[in-house]
């Protein structure tokens, strides 16, 4: 069975619009129509183009033809791949193609033989894949999601359009950054009698001013007065899940990290929230501010830049 170029023989190249396709297609339906034409294969001709219009109108029949059909040349030896599986289904209602008699070999080995008795052939449809930007409290406690997501169509001029659709989604607790929702039957449409693909949906969260994700663990930046950090503290923090008291050592210094087990992304087992100090120096805006400053100055022999002893 040799491999057919469809585009070849509307005189068409790969990149047409759906308009482009169909008003070749007109034009040499008219020039090969038996009842016109006086070439003596003219019958057979109007059948393939026919056959080749019927493919690449049709929007999922053209995707499907052009992946099968990518990497082969016309006049070639041509069997479908393996994992091909039983084709497409195709209503045989299209100008210039006849009755299921009327196909070629080729096209039945693509998208199958209408036949009476025989089981329609079918092929599941694509999975689909879209990213969702959830907030980092979602992971912690789960949500319902009500998310719109636009997918690529055809319009009638043969261009690529989007159509938005609202789906709506659970959000389970503990998911984490780079997981994937699987949505069954939510992908594209099958084919003949198979079923639809499935949507897989990428979690990732939201940009957030205090907390970050890394995996199931999260940090937090904690700014500290220069005297919480030095004598150490009591303070009260907020964190993705509410609220705890947390106990600052005394001399901790920017950078350090406090390690709040088990308060991360839930999870089994769960993450944990990490506490980033960072020093805050008040402003010097009043008399009273820069004498306090002023005063510091005098009672430490301190200088940052010099390098410290071990």
Same mark, same amino acid.
């Given at each position: *069975?040799?491999?057919?170029?469809?585009?070849? *023989?509307?005189?068409?190249?790969? %990149?047409?619009?759906?308009?482009?396709?169909?008003?070749?297609?007109?034009?040499?339906?008219?020039?090969?129509?038996?009842?016109? %034409?006086?070439?003596?294969? #003219?019958?057979?001709?109007?059948?393939?183009?026919?056959?080749?219009?019927?493919?690449?109108?049709?929007?999922?029949?053209?995707?499907?033809?052009?992946?099968?059909?990518?990497?082969?040349?016309? $006049?070639?030896?041509?069997?479908?791949?393996?994992?091909?599986?039983?084709?497409?289904?195709?209503?045989?209602?299209?100008?210039?193609? $006849?009755?299921? %008699?009327?196909?070629?070999?080729?096209?039945?080995?693509?998208?199958?033989?209408? %036949?009476?008795?025989?089981?329609?052939?079918? *092929?599941?449809?694509?999975?689909?894949?879209?990213?969702?930007?959830?907030?980092?409290?979602?992971?912690?406690?789960?949500?319902?999601?009500?998310? /719109?997501?636009?997918?690529?169509?055809?319009?009638?001029?043969?261009?690529?359009?989007?159509?938005?659709?609202?789906?709506?989604?659970?959000?389970?607790?503990?998911?984490?950054?780079?997981?994937?929702?699987?949505?069954?039957?939510?992908?594209? /449409?099958?084919?003949?009698?198979?079923?639809?693909?499935?949507?897989?949906?990428?979690?990732?969260?939201?940009?957030?001013?205090?907390?970050? #994700?890394?995996?199931?663990?999260?940090?937090?930046?904690?700014?500290?007065?220069?005297?919480? #950090?030095?004598?150490?503290?009591?303070?009260?923090?907020?964190?993705?899940?509410?609220?705890?008291?947390?106990?600052?050592?005394?001399?901790?210094?920017?950078?350090?990290?406090?390690?709040?087990?088990?308060?991360?992304?839930? $999870?089994?087992?769960?993450?944990?929230?990490?506490?980033?100090?960072?020093?805050?120096?008040?402003?010097?805006?009043?008399?009273?501010?820069?004498?306090?400053?002023?005063?510091?100055?005098?009672?430490?022999?301190?200088?940052?830049?010099?390098?410290?002893?071990?």
């Amino acid at each position: *069975m040799k491999f057919k170029d469809y585009y070849e *023989m509307l005189g068409v190249p790969r %990149s047409a619009t759906q308009e482009e396709i169909k008003q070749s297609y007109r034009k040499l339906a008219r020039k090969f129509h038996p009842d016109v %034409s006086k070439d003596p294969d #003219a019958e057979d001709r109007f059948k393939e183009l026919g056959e080749a219009y019927a493919v690449l109108k049709d929007p999922e029949k053209r995707v499907a033809y052009d992946q099968v059909g990518s990497e082969w040349k016309t $006049g070639q030896d041509f069997k479908p791949p393996p994992d091909w599986g039983a084709g497409f289904e195709f209503n045989v209602n299209d100008a210039g193609m $006849g009755n299921g %008699s009327d196909h070629s070999d080729f096209f039945e080995a693509l998208f199958g033989r209408q %036949s009476r008795g025989r089981q329609q052939p079918h *092929m599941q449809g694509q999975d689909h894949h879209a990213m969702v930007m959830i907030d980092l409290a979602d992971a912690y406690q789960g949500t319902k999601r009500s998310i /719109s997501l636009r997918m690529p169509a055809y319009d009638d001029q043969g261009h690529v359009t989007t159509q938005e659709r609202k789906l709506e989604v659970s959000i389970p607790k503990g998911i984490r950054a780079g997981q994937h929702l699987r949505l069954s039957g939510q992908g594209g /449409s099958g084919f003949g009698t198979g079923s639809a693909g499935d949507l897989f949906l990428e979690i990732t969260f939201n940009p957030d001013p205090q907390f970050r #994700a890394d995996g199931r663990d999260v940090y937090m930046d904690l700014p500290l007065t220069p005297w919480e #950090a030095a004598l150490g503290a009591s303070i009260t923090v907020m964190t993705p899940e509410g609220s705890v008291q947390l106990t600052i050592p005394p001399g901790s210094i920017a950078g350090r990290k406090l390690r709040l087990k088990g308060r991360g992304i839930p $999870g089994s087992p769960p993450g944990d929230l990490y506490v980033v100090m960072s020093i805050a120096l008040p402003p010097a805006d009043s008399d009273q501010a820069r004498g306090a400053y002023q005063a510091m100055a005098k009672a430490f022999d301190f200088n940052p830049r010099e390098p410290r002893k071990g």
